[in-house]
DNA sequence: ATATTTCCGTAATAAGTATTACGGATTCGG
DNA sequence: CCGAATCCGTAATACTTATTACGGAAATAT
């Protein structure tokens, strides 16, 4: 199979899984429904992934390469409308249908293992690289960089994303995860200015 | 059968139902399980609850009246030591066992319907409380005590909750929700302080 | 005490699903 | 252009599970 074929066989297979993710959930996504969505074979999706977790995990290591992308992109200056964009952006993906269904798989696997890849994939590629943004921007504190992260963290998500994991809130809009970033920035800011 | 067995009965089925939605995930707690782990049998679980959702809306409904619990006590006076209290206990429930497991089952759920029981049986009984109890201590301000209390909770819990569920932290320990919710109110009032 | 309801334990039902298997079509390297 | 590998479509396998059914025991009411 030629390799534009297949990477584009992988994606078919990887929008059907999440789209069947958010439709019916981790349970309810099964290996026939996905086969015929995708237009691919059982065996394939067998042969290429190993197993049902192993396809799912296989959405969370690409999703990790989004992740980077998001925190690579506005990497220039350090000042406060860098964190703006970058919580803009990250607000957005953490909230957004595909996140979301992942973070709805790892809630449906009990040992843990999916959870455990998500968050190696996600919060521990977030984590140091908002602490070393946000250590550019306020310099020493009596704070670590990583505290002042994760509670930029915090003022930034809130408890939006785990409500749209249960499913109450619709994804948030452009202007919503734009104003959320500028008022979490804020308020980091406030709470200890740089060269405190 | 005497009220008080009934009870009893109902307390067994609740807490094998918790049990194995921890152990075994929502898709994992079988009915059959579960009956041979309470003591009860499969027909009492049907008469009694309908069917498998409705034994887990069974739960999340018991599960509202411990939030109102946790809410009503320390209810007296309106200071940054209640609301410090309140925190405490607030967040020592939230990323607790149960609430977790509920939360689980409920992104399990993708109808959503679990999802919307637990949401009205917790933030929207939490968040007027906390609202009411922020805009007694704060006094008139420029934010209104529905955004304050909003801004208080990402800070008590920031992404505890979220983690808990896809399973990659244990749960804080009584220190650390005490620490936590001293210095969510402490950034709160420093951000907006009383009488502004 | 006895008739009646309720419950337990177990089995049966019916449906669904992860995984494997296979024949025929398609694609790829030479 | 041809043989080998790969893939699709479908079916078969083996297993699990929600839900229903039923006989006998326990409790409840009269």
Redesign the pocket.
């Known amino acids: 199979?030629?390799a534009e074929?297949?990477i584009r066989?992988q994606a078919q297979i990887e929008d059907a899984a999440y789209a069947l993710l958010e439709e019916k959930g981790y349970?309810?996504?099964?290996?026939?429904a996905l086969?015929r969505r995708a237009?691919?074979?059982?065996?394939?999706l067998?042969?290429w992934y190993g197993?049902?977790p192993g396809l799912f995990r296989a959405l969370i290591a690409r999703n990790a390469e989004t992740v980077q992308e998001v925190l690579d992109q506005r990497a220039g200056a350090a000042d406060a409308a860098a964190l703006v964009a970058v919580g803009e952006r990250l607000l957005a993906l953490l909230t957004g249908p595909r996140a979301v269904a992942l973070n709805r798989a790892a809630a449906a696997d009990a040992e843990g293992t999916l959870g455990l890849a998500l968050a190696q994939g996600g919060r521990d590629i977030v984590m140091p690289h908002v602490a070393t943004l946000i250590g550019a921007i306020t310099g020493a504190h009596g704070e670590t960089p990583d505290r002042l992260a994760e509670l930029w963290l915090a003022l930034l998500v809130g408890d939006l994303q785990i409500r749209r994991v249960i499913g109450t809130i619709a994804a948030p809009d452009a202007n919503t995860c734009r104003q959320r970033a500028e008022t979490a920035t804020d308020h980091l800011l406030r709470l200890y200015p740089p060269q405190g």
Chains 1, 2 share one sequence.
């Open positions: 199979m030629r074929t297949r066989r349970a309810g996504a099964t290996m026939q086969a237009g691919a074979s059982i065996e394939t067998y042969n197993d049902k």
